[in-house]
């Protein structure tokens, strides 16, 4: 089993609909992360969380939620999906006290 | 804005050449990462380096903090290393957490 799985692999979802985008990890990292990439603008973050009580904003955090249901499990959510935010979902994991990150397979989301 | 640069953005070239990549940057690190993106888009993380020179098989990567800059370089280049090869940095000074990244090399390699 891979170390961070992201599900799904990919979706296509209407305009307006709410979405989730699952990721866990068996890694034991207290870090988890969610990046959206786009081509040509590089992967860029959306929103971070340290621990379970521990929800940050990124850089991109508009029109999305996050939700750390245990250290192992961290959610996004899109509210009510835009065509604007098709793109490729990562989720990463990083292990506090050092910097070596791992990535999911990612999800690739499209919003007609 | 604190920014990353990668150089070049694509590059084409034959099986067995030497390839190098370089990415530079704005502002103090306290780590740089190098990554590879295969078509189907999984990231793989291949070297971190806050100083130094790291080697891992055919692979070198190597960066001066005084200058601010980082190369990797593929010796032997293969088809199989035809990727996007991303550079990546975590920020020193605070603010929020998490990599910035560059925009990638689009690297080819011909048989």
């Known amino acids: 089993d891979a170390d961070v799985t992201q599900t799904p692999r990919n979706r296509i979802t209407k305009t307006g609909k709410r979405i989730m985008l699952e990721c866990s990890q068996t890694?034991?990292?207290?870090?988890m992360y969610w990046y959206r990439q786009d081509p040509g603008l590089g992967l860029r973050l959306i929103y971070y969380?340290?621990?379970?009580?521990?929800?940050n904003k990124g850089e991109i955090s508009d029109g999305y939620s996050v939700s750390r249901q245990a250290q192992a499990k961290f959610s996004l959510s899109l509210e009510s999906a835009i065509p604007n935010q098709t793109a490729l979902y990562f989720c990463?994991?990083?292990?506090?006290?050092?910097?070596?990150?791992?990535f999911g397979s990612g999800t690739r989301l499209t919003v007609v | 804005k604190n920014e990353v640069e990668q150089s070049p953005q694509n590059l084409t070239a034959q099986e067995g050449e030497f390839i190098t990549i370089n990415c530079s940057y704005s502002?103090?690190?306290?780590?740089l990462h190098w990554l590879q993106q295969h078509p189907g888009g999984g990231i793989v993380s291949l070297f971190m380096?806050?100083?130094g020179k790291k080697k891992h098989g055919r692979l070198i990567a190597t960066i001066n903090i005084q200058e601010k800059h980082s190369s990797l370089h593929i010796t032997a280049s293969h088809p199989r290393d035809s990727a996007v090869y991303i550079c990546?940095?975590?920020?020193?000074?605070?603010?929020?957490?998490?990599?910035?990244f560059g925009k990638g090399t689009h690297l080819i390699i011909q048989p």
């Open positions: 990463a994991t990083s292990g506090t006290g050092h910097y070596g990150y791992t």
């Open positions: 890694k034991g990292h207290d870090r």
């Open positions: 969380s340290f621990d379970v009580k521990d929800i």
């Open positions: 502002v103090g690190i306290s780590a």
């Open positions: 380096l806050s100083s």
């Open positions: 990546a940095v975590r920020w020193t000074g605070g603010g929020a957490d998490g990599l910035t």
